[in-house]
């Protein structure tokens, strides 16, 4: 089926209207994903629809939307889904009011700190340098001690010699 | 904007507040649906709130003429055969399949009547 005929059927607006059955709208999905024109031509049905609805609009009586966050919290089980971290209030100022503005302060509480994975290389790079510089300051502290040595040896040489 | 079609299906504002609670409700558990579908969130909640209607679409006796929708300024500009169409369906709960058996016209015949009235819709601002 041609991409234009598909749009033309009318199975797009049936997906908006909800009536759509379960085939057509998997097809619907399958189709919105593989062809932009089928997805955009979607998109403005349900601008339309929206156009309609807003264009009905009622504004709920008052109080509804108090009874619905009620409701609604009503199933939601706050004690155990309530971090630990807000429900004590502790260091943690949430809100804070400055002239008009109100706004949330937020404050890292953890110690860890999170790195991108490439820093493992030059940490690796840093520790292995060190070893190598580490091991040359031994290096070359043995060889000055035995240098040295060896001066202290030939001074007393010359002592004996010249003594002689 | 759900409220104001809710209302227009139920007719009691009262009853109307209860499905949109119903509905809002319902929303958490169908979150998948609303990042899956990647379609208009007011789209998706009109297809929940007609999903919770079904049993009062199929109890309901209200008579067609009913629907002050008819004033509206979109649906005054189609064919009373589009009007029938589109509101038998948005507000009726009627299916494409018992539409066509009602007006004894093609289920694609239905659809194309359907895309024409969203012709009619986008026409007007």
């Not at chain 1, 991108?116 to 043995?142: D, N, P, S």
Request: with cysteine; aromatic share 10%.
């Amino acid at each position: 089926m041609k991409i234009q005929e598909y749009i033309d059927s009318g199975i797009l607006e049936t997906f908006v209207l909800g009536v759509a059955s379960e085939e057509e709208v998997k097809q619907l999905l399958y189709m919105k994903t593989k062809y932009p024109e089928v997805n955009e031509a979607l998109q403005q049905l349900e601008q339309d629809m929206e156009k309609l609805a807003a264009d009905m609009a009622i504004t709920p009586p008052p109080g509804t939307w108090y009874k619905i966050e009620k409701d609604i919290e009503a199933i939601i089980p706050h004690q155990e889904n309530t971090p630990q971290l807000f429900k004590n209030g502790s260091s943690h100022k949430s809100r804070t009011r400055k002239g008009n503005d109100e706004y949330i302060e937020v404050e890292g509480e953890s110690s860890h700190m999170r790195l991108h994975k490439a820093w493992r290389w030059v940490f690796a790079a840093v520790f292995i340098l060190g070893k190598i510089f580490l091991g040359f300051a031994i290096y070359f502290y043995l060889e000055n001690k035995h240098t040295q040595e060896q001066i202290q040896e030939l001074k007393t040489e010359i002592r004996q010699l010249k003594n002689k | 904007m759900l409220f104001g079609y809710i209302v227009e299906v139920v007719k009691n504002e009262t009853l109307a507040g209860q499905y949109l609670a119903a509905v809002f409700k319902d929303v958490s558990n169908q979150l998948d649906e609303f990042s899956k579908l990647n379609t208009s969130e007011f789209c998706l909640l009109q297809a929940m709130a007609r999903k919770k209607l079904e049993d009062f679409f199929k109890n309901s006796n209200r008579p067609e003429g009913v629907l002050t929708v008819y004033e509206n300024k979109h649906i005054r500009q189609m064919t009373p055969q589009q009007q029938f169409v589109f509101c038998g369906i948005h507000w009726h709960g009627k299916s494409v399949q018992a539409l066509s058996a009602e007006l004894d016209i093609p289920e694609d015949g239905i659809r194309k009547i359907l895309k024409d009235c969203f012709i009619v819709i986008r026409r007007i601002d």
